[in-house]
């Protein structure tokens, strides 16, 4: 059985530690890290991250460190809470709700590399990281790769695949795993668990369905930009999509990443949840399994709606939407005033009109305060 996921799953700590040491030999890759010259020493930190003896000392030392200085760029301030949800004995599956590529589990990673904990896995689509490098540093930081491409039957049978794998990851490796709460990042700011994402879950072990995810401990992560690093591309797209598929130009996927890295976000909040125990004893035995997984959707956003961090720019766009200053009281003039610029400047495309941009960038800020409601009403 683990030789049939070696396609996809992360590399094991010996291959993580060869495969550094064959990374950092590379002079072409070395080059690369002159980007990060005006504030590390490039020279010092190679030396520190060849002298790293096991997997966790090279992901601080090398991944943690990348992290921190683009969150020192792009983040004015970053909030983590709920750890104490989570025992790190235990194993976890964390489907967290979905709005960069790589920053959403890289915030999760963090946090847990801030208690001392080691990285979780972490799913990714191999469309994302098309590029050799990309993989290999993907596999070394405990990424396992969701199959994406070829037939009907080979996508069925690559489904079949990952499901049985996150069951050997939490089950057999005892490894917790971070998953989105559906295919590709939430567009409009709307997050919702798709149904299809639990199915593809119960495949590995269909005739105990509802026990197996409950055994996986299913524990809801929320994650809140104030300012969408990827917000225009996000709008352009939903604008383009009117009338017809969007197609995706090449390259694209690999814009989204480095926008996601490198764009502002301001301050940023990642909160883990509470497992979903109780919910389950909640669900009616009688229901079809179906019933049952929308069910279980409807308790994962409504954690994910619990624990969003609202700002003040979230506030502004619902009432500039609906034209009112009923939240008012959350924001000051000068915050609007900054916001409402702001959209003006990311509304600015050669290609769509600024009034549909605006709408769609209004969506994009406003429908979390939308959904945080509903789970008070």
């Known amino acids: 059985m683990k030789h049939s996921f070696d396609n996809i799953r992360p590399y094991t700590e010996e291959e993580t530690m060869q495969a550094a040491k064959k990374l ?8 690369q890290l002159s980007v990060f010259e005006d504030k590390i020493d490039v020279n010092e930190w190679i030396t520190n991250i060849l002298a790293c003896k096991t997997r966790h000392e090279l992901h601080l030392a090398f ?5 921190h200085y683009f969150l ?10 709920g750890i104490e949800h989570i025992d790190p004995k235990n194993q976890y599956l964390f489907i967290g709700n979905h709005r960069d590529i790589v920053l959403d589990s890289a915030f999760l990673q963090v946090y847990y590399f801030k208690k001392g904990y080691e990285a979780s896995r972490s799913a990714i689509g191999d469309n994302l990281i098309s590029s050799p490098l990309f993989v290999e540093l993907a596999r070394m930081h405990q990424m396992f790769l969701v199959l994406r491409s070829g037939t009907l039957k080979e996508k069925m049978m690559n489904t079949q695949l990952l499901s049985s ?4 990851s939490i089950f057999e490796e005892k490894e917790s795993v971070w998953i989105a709460q559906g295919n590709g990042r939430t567009k409009n700011g709307d997050d919702k668990t798709q149904q299809g ?40 797209e939903l604008a383009l999509s009117e009338n017809a598929p969007y197609v995706k130009q090449p390259g694209e996927d690999v814009k989204s990443i480095i926008e996601g890295i490198i764009g502002f976000k ?13 919910e389950f004893e909640n669900i009616p035995q009688e229901l079809s399994l179906n019933d049952k997984l929308a069910l279980l959707c409807d308790q994962i956003d409504r954690q994910i709606y619990e624990y969003y961090f609202l700002y003040p720019q979230n506030y502004i766009a619902i009432d500039l939407q609906e034209n009112s200053n009923k939240f008012s ?9 900054a916001f409402i610029h702001y959209l003006n400047e990311q509304s600015m495309v050669q290609d769509i009109s600024k009034e549909k941009m605006m709408k769609y960038l209004l969506d994009i800020y406003a429908n979390p305060v939308k959904n945080k409601f509903k789970v008070k009403a």
Not at 24 to 31: G, R, S, V
Not at 165 to 168: C, K, L, R
């Open 24 to 31: 950092f030999a590379d002079p072409t890759f070395i080059q």
């Open 63 to 67: 991944a943690v460190k990348i992290f």
């Open 72 to 81: 020192e760029k792009t983040c004015t301030h970053v909030h983590y809470s």
């Open 165 to 168: 794998y996150i069951h050997h």
């Open 197 to 236: 994402l639990l199915k593809m879950l119960t495949l590995a072990a269909p005739q105990h369905a509802m026990e197996t995810l409950k055994r996986m401990q299913i524990t809801p992560v929320a994650i809140s930009y104030q300012y969408e690093p990827c917000a225009q591309l996000k709008a352009r």
């Open 266 to 278: 301001g301050e940023v909040h990642l909160a883990i949840g509470k497992p979903l125990q109780q």
């Open 329 to 337: 009281t959350h924001y000051t003039e000068e915050e609007k005033g």
